[in-house]
């Protein structure tokens, strides 16, 4: 058996730099508002958009945190109501 020089240390939690840079700052991604954070990136015909806390957010309202925990669609509750003006 061969032993490597190189140590690697692992760890459950990303010490990344917060991607929001502006003041206020946005929302934390483990915070009920993380939808209310700036915009980085959107791609509408991928179906996602990326906000400053490092949430992804789906076109069916889904959510892919940073830490990989996904947050179900959270569809409005009018469940495809119509509504028109009379």
Known sequence: MTTSSR???????RKNPSMCQHQPACPTADS?????????AHHPEQG???LCNGVLVFEDTGELLPDGKIIAPHRSSRG???ITAA
């Open 7 to 13: 140590g690697t240390h692992t760890t459950t939690q």
């Open 32 to 40: 009920a508002d993380r939808d209310a954070a700036r915009l980085l």
């Open 48 to 50: 996602w958009s990326l």
């Open 80 to 82: 495809g109501q119509t």
